[in-house]
Antibody
């Protein structure tokens, strides 16, 4: 059974760095056909793709947020970590991690439940 | 504002056929597959259509996708009350980033 679960702080202050962890089960992060993306959704707004990491550690980032994002993985722990620096209230959103099948296509077959992160002082 | 453009809303009565459009450019829809997701508010999105017009196992054949040039469409026939949700198109961009549309809220009247 494939599952993904996001974890991290519920509340962060402006200018702080957000660190989120996606713990996966039912598949390996070393599987060459699979990768993990982070996607966010501000309350009442659309989905926004943030970053992706492939099994070979190749990484892709949102063009508009690239300077603030870092994605990494620990295959032995089955975890994918996203850090976002200089958080702002506009970054308040539900953050999802999702499994991508294949390369370079938004084919997300499994999603985590999402974690709501609020940015406020 | 999303790079992939969708109408913010759509509606239909039970049994009707509804289509939702998604417009992009040559660097995304024009050169890559289109995917469609259904999201009931408060839950994670669910893959509805992959590679332009294929349905994952378990998705009813009432849902269909198509693509032409830099645009794509999702059609829902035999509309049912449980189809009321938000629908998002998605595509990869040649700049090596993923894109989602702005979403379309479907109301079943």
């Amino acid at each position: 059974q494939v599952t993904l679960k996001e974890s991290g702080p519920v509340l962060v202050k402006p200018t702080e760095t957000l660190t989120l962890t996606c713990t996966v089960s039912g598949f390996s992060l070393s599987n060459a056909r699979l990768g993990v993306s982070w996607i966010r959704q501000p309350p009442g707004k659309a989905l926004e793709w943030l970053a992706h990491i492939f099994s070979n550690d190749e990484k892709f980032y949102s063009t508009s947020l690239k300077s603030r994002l870092t994605i990494s993985k620990d295959t032995s722990k089955s975890q994918v970590v996203l850090t976002m620096t200089n958080m702002d209230p506009v970054d308040t959103a539900t953050y999802f991690c999702a499994r991508m099948v294949g390369r370079g296509q938004p084919d997300f077959d499994y999603w985590g439940q999402g974690t709501l992160v609020t940015v406020s002082s | 504002q999303s790079v992939l453009t969708q109408p913010p809303s759509a509606s239909g009565t039970p049994g009707q056929r509804v289509t939702i459009s998604c417009s992009g450019s040559s660097s995304n829809i024009g050169s890559n597959y289109v995917y469609w997701y259904q999201q009931v508010p408060g839950t994670a999105p669910k893959l509805l259509i992959f590679r332009n017009n294929l349905r994952p196992s378990g998705v009813p054949d009432r849902f269909s996708g198509s693509k032409s040039g830099t645009s794509a469409s999702l059609a829902i026939s035999g509309l049912r009350s449980e189809d009321e949700a938000d629908y998002y198109c998605a595509a990869w961009d040649d700049s090596l980033s993923g894109l989602f549309g702005g979403g379309t809220k479907l109301t079943v009247l």
